[in-house]
C-alpha cells in the first residue's frame, strides 16, 4: 500500500470514529418523546446555553430536546419536579430553598444536581445619565425586581433588605429581562435587577444602543444575606469593560447549578454529562461560561445533593 493510500486509509478510519463517537449508544432509558431543558428567557445565558446543550445532546443520542423559555430559576425548579422538563438551570440559593422547602418553595422538591456549571453575577442596572448612584437610592423608584417566578426576584428581595430599603417602598412591575430591557428604554421604569453570566447576551445588547450603569453592592450586604440564606453567595466585581462601564463594579456572585429530577434514571444522567463535557468547548464557542464548566468543581452542588447517577460518572472520570 503506498504512503498516500495509507494516509487515505487512516482519514477514513477517522471519520468512521467521528461518527460512531458522535452516534455514541444511550441508555435503554430514552424514549421517542421531545424532552425539555428549562432555559430561562431568550435573551439570558440560560437560554443560550440550554439551545447549544439541547442540539449536542439530540445530535450525540439521537434524542429530540428543545430548550424551552421560563420565567427562571424558581420556575425552572417547579419543571424539573413535575417533570415537565428533564433539565434545568437554577441559582444556587434558589435551588437550596427548593430541597428544603424555603422561600418561594411551599415544600421540598425532588431535585438533585447534575452539575456546578459557572458563577452568576447580581447586576442592578439604571441608565447611565440617572441620578441613582445606590442601592439605598432605589427607594421610591421603579425597578424591575425580576419576574415572580425567578431567581432574581428572590436575590433583588434580599438585596434591598440586607441594605435597608423597604420593598414596599420600590414600585415592582415584577418583569423579565426582555420586558426590564424595553421598559427602561422606553423610559417607563429607572432600572432594573437582572442575575446571569458575564456578558448576559441581552444587556450587551442594550448597552450598544443606551449608556447603562451598574450599583454597587457592598460587602457589609453580601455578609448579611450569607448569615442568613445557605451562605451561597460571595463577593465579586463585574469587570470595567463589560456593557461599556469604564470602572468595575462591586457585586456579589451566586452558583448555578443544573439540576434533574430525583426520579431521573442514572444512566439518563450519566449520558447527559458525558454528552455535556464532550461538547463543552463546542458550546463554549457560543457561550463562553460553558467553558468556565470543570470536572473538579463540577460536584460542588451542597446543600443540594449530587444525583446519584452523576456521583457515578465522576468517580468513572477519576478513574
Known sequence: MTRLRRAAAAAVVLLLLGVLAACAPRS??????????????????????????ADELSQSLDITMAAHE????????????????????????AAADAVSGAGAFEEPLAIQALARLYDEYVQVIVRGDSEITG???????????????????????RVLNAAGVDIADVQNPRLDLNDSMAAMERGEIDGFFWVGGLP???????SQTSS???????QEWITAVNADFSHAYRSADVPAGTYGIEASASTMAVPNYLVTASSTPDSVVRDILAGLFEARLRIAADVPTAALLDRRSAIFTGPVPLHPGATDFYRDLRG
Request: proline share 2%; charged share 20%.
Open 212 to 218: 447603562v450603569r451598574l450599583l454597587p453592592i457592598e
Open 28 to 53: 435503554s432509558e430514552w424514549t421517542d418523546k421531545e424532552y425539555a431543558i428549562a432555559s430561562g428567557g431568550s435573551t439570558g445565558v440560560y437560554y443560550a446555553f440550554g439551545d447549544r446543550l
Open 200 to 206: 448576559t447576551p441581552g444587556v450587551a445588547e442594550l
Open 135 to 157: 442601592i439605598e437610592d432605589l427607594a421610591g423608584k421603579t425597578i424591575s425586581l425580576g419576574a415572580a417566578t425567578s431567581g432574581v426576584n428572590v436575590i433583588a428581595a
Open 70 to 93: 421560563t420565567a427562571g430559576s424558581v420556575d425552572n425548579l417547579l419543571r424539573v419536579d413535575s417533570g415537565e422538563a428533564v433539565l434545568g438551570f437554577a441559582q444556587g440559593d
